[in-house]
């Protein structure tokens, strides 16, 4: 038997298709391929268990009896693991009612109040003062490993994680108090700043907690998938990024009304299916990292969906891909000067940067904000300044390589949707007459570890922080015996390793904001995307790009040192150099300060100064390769710096 997920997909599309090729006139070319499209789904129908009539002989019949008994037991289709036939949907105040009764383990919890229960005395504390010459850092530490030790054995927290996920929490903890530990000098502010970074360094999700989840039957299954082991409840937030919507914004309405009716549109309809010319554009899953650009990512992918339906097919190469950085760097400063994408926006900026001044093919601009959980304190969560070039090797000009509509700007934005029958019919014939279209909802910690199902852990009125795109919808039989419950499909923009291969199901009461972009030109493709030679650096001129080149370390008589030279050098310095490169270092002047202020040489770290911390024989007689030089100071305390020579 089929699954539910693909046979309500194709007996849906079949409808349509079946609608609009029942007056096919001799010769009509369009009306041609939508037959033989209709053909080929109800064949596909058969061939997953529904009846095996001959397409052609009888449509309509072989239409109205291929709906599924949504009672019937089944298997999946190898590859299909969600919604089986037999399976149920949830509806959410069902499943909020679930999930409060659902006893929390320990890790859920307010870490912060469990810290105070459990080490609110000095014996138990495990603080102790910087001491001057010492790492302070590694002290830190070292006395946050005890701490932690001590928490999770009093709470008994431990018995709920393994041992990566105890070690991986751990090791975050522990780094996150180490730099903190500068600006702590009493114990009252060294147990905040522990129960604090207890609560946000914890696991976003466990398998226990997935378990637990899962057992309550909230509709929807979640899993701990491998890379989860190093996201925390504060990474989880790098993850999102839709602005807030504005209190009592109205739904802004710059489309055309659309005259199809609710009672025209089918029951189930996946817009890849429809065009299928298009499946690997409205189907294709990004990831964006540890920034905060969902905003760009939900947007954009409505975009080029929309781009390749409306150009019959000319935008579905695996390098037709519109510029994420582009947009994410650039859109935000059409609003504002300076604003970091990586902090927020909302779906309809990159439709506002296209109408106006274009987008880059993903060729010229490719998206290099990445980052895994296990990179916590390294990941690069800012966006890059907005790019005047393509990059390095590239074939052709950003200029010349810009995707430009005009209509794409007549959006509509729909608010306050959360179910309200009239925005979902609209959401559907939007997504059925030109495409895929984008939204807003509540994402939380279990949609972390979302595997199958439908999501339906809302209330009905939440506030949205996450933004993605639907290309389709369906139903299912509700757990309740009620009838049948509808759901989007939809994608996410956190890599294929998450989900369900990237995509999931989402109870339309969750939906909170709907983005549809204005009607995009025919001729949108106006040119082929480019070509990259791969040898040809990036910029020749930043090793960095397309972030900004930091500062160069001052370079005079064969010596380098940090930018203030002879004085002591200031609050959050960087700069590197790559003039020693190839040369023996000879160490005139080291003090740093130990721990928080240092010296990359050769990708070896070093600080504090001679006697107090710095390996100065490893230092002195140092052969620098090409990862050259790099300085970074944090704030308060300025020492006199560094002078390396060339011996």
């Not at 928490?151 to 751990?170: C, I, N, P, R, T």
């Not at 609710?262 to 996946?270: D, G, K, S, T, V």
């Not at 994402?443 to 639907?470: K, L």
Request: net charge negative.
């Amino acid at each position: 038997m089929a699954t539910l997920f693909a046979r309500l997909a194709l007996v849906g599309v079949g409808a349509v298709l079946a609608k609009e090729t029942a007056t096919c006139q001799q010769g009509d070319a369009t009306c041609a391929a939508k037959q033989q499209l209709e053909d080929e789904s109800l064949m596909q129908l058969g061939r997953l268990g529904a009846h095996a009539d001959p397409p052609s002989s009888s449509r309509k019949s072989f239409i109205e009896n291929s709906r599924p008994n949504l009672g019937q037991q089944g298997k999946t289709v190898p590859g299909e693991e969600e919604l089986t036939i037999g399976e149920t949907v949830v509806e959410p105040p069902q499943a909020l009612a679930r999930n409060e009764k659902r006893q929390r383990l320990i890790v859920e919890q307010d870490l912060t109040a469990v810290l105070n229960v459990h080490a609110s005395s000095q014996r138990t504390a495990h603080y102790r003062a910087q001491e001057a010459g010492k790492d302070g850092p590694a002290v830190c530490s070292q006395q946050a490993d005890l701490l932690f030790d001590k928490v999770l054995q009093e709470s008994a927290m431990y018995k709920e994680l393994d041992a990566k996920e105890l070690s991986a929490f751990k090791r975050r903890f522990a780094s996150a108090m180490a730099l903190r530990c500068k600006d702590i000098v009493s114990e009252r502010l060294w147990l905040k700043a522990a129960g604090e970074e207890l609560e946000r360094q914890k696991p976003v999700m466990t398998a226990a907690v997935a378990n637990s989840i899962n057992g309550a039957g909230l509709g929807f299954k979640t899993k701990m998938h491998d890379w989860l082991l190093h996201e925390s409840v504060e990474s989880f937030q790098h993850h999102l990024g839709l602005l807030p919507t504005p209190q009592g914004q109205e739904s802004v309405l710059k489309r055309k009304a659309s005259g199809r009716q609710a009672e025209q549109l089918p029951e189930a309809f996946r817009a890849d299916l429809r065009w299928p010319e298009c499946k690997e554009e409205i189907l294709r899953i990004h990831n964006q990292g540890h920034c905060g650009s969902c905003w760009a990512f939900g947007g954009l992918a409505s975009i080029d969906a929309r781009m390749c339906i409306a150009s019959g097919g000319k935008w579905d190469g695996a390098e037709d891909i519109l510029s994420r950085l582009h947009v994410t760097s650039c859109a935000p400063d059409i609003y504002q000067q300076g604003q970091d994408g990586c902090q927020g926006g909302w779906p309809h900026w990159p439709m506002e940067m296209m109408a106006k001044s274009g987008v880059a093919s993903s060729s010229c601009l490719p998206y290099y904000i990445g980052g895994e959980g296990s990179e916590h304190f390294q990941q690069q969560d800012t966006a890059p300044p907005c790019e005047s070039h393509c990059q390095g090797g590239y074939s052709l000009p950003l200029r010349n390589d810009t995707f430009s509509s005009a209509g794409i700007a007549n959006y509509d934005w729909i608010t306050q949707v959360h179910g309200d029958p009239t925005k979902i019919s609209i959401t559907k014939a939007a997504i059925y007459q030109e495409g895929p279209v984008a939204f807003a909802f509540a994402a939380n910690h279990a949609f972390m570890g979302y595997s199958s199902g439908v999501f339906s852990s809302c209330t009905g009125h939440d506030r949205a922080n996450h933004a993605v795109y639907t290309f389709g919808w369906g139903v299912a039989a509700s757990e309740d015996g009620g009838g049948a419950v509808e759901y989007f499909e939809a994608s996410n923009s956190w890599g294929p390793n998450w989900g369900a291969s990237g995509h999931f199901r989402i109870h339309p009461r969750c939906m909170t904001d709907v983005t549809i972009a204005g009607t995009i030109e025919g001729s949108v493709v106006g040119h082929h995307v480019g070509t990259v030679d791969s040898t040809v650096p990036l910029d020749p001129d930043n090793d960095m790009w397309p972030w900004a080149k930091p500062d160069e370390c001052p370079y005079s008589n064969g010596c380098v040192t940090d930018l203030e030279g002879s004085g002591n050098y200031s609050n959050n310095e960087l700069c590197v150099s790559s003039a020693l490169n190839g040369k023996t270092i000879a160490v005139t002047e080291f003090d740093l300060e130990l721990g928080y202020d240092k010296l990359t040489v050769n990708g070896h770290v070093f600080s504090g100064t001679k006697g107090a911390g710095l390996d100065w024989d490893h230092l002195d007689g140092m052969v620098v390769d090409d990862q050259g030089i790099k300085f970074t100071s944090d704030v308060s305390e300025r020492k006199a710096g560094f002078k390396l020579c060339a011996s």
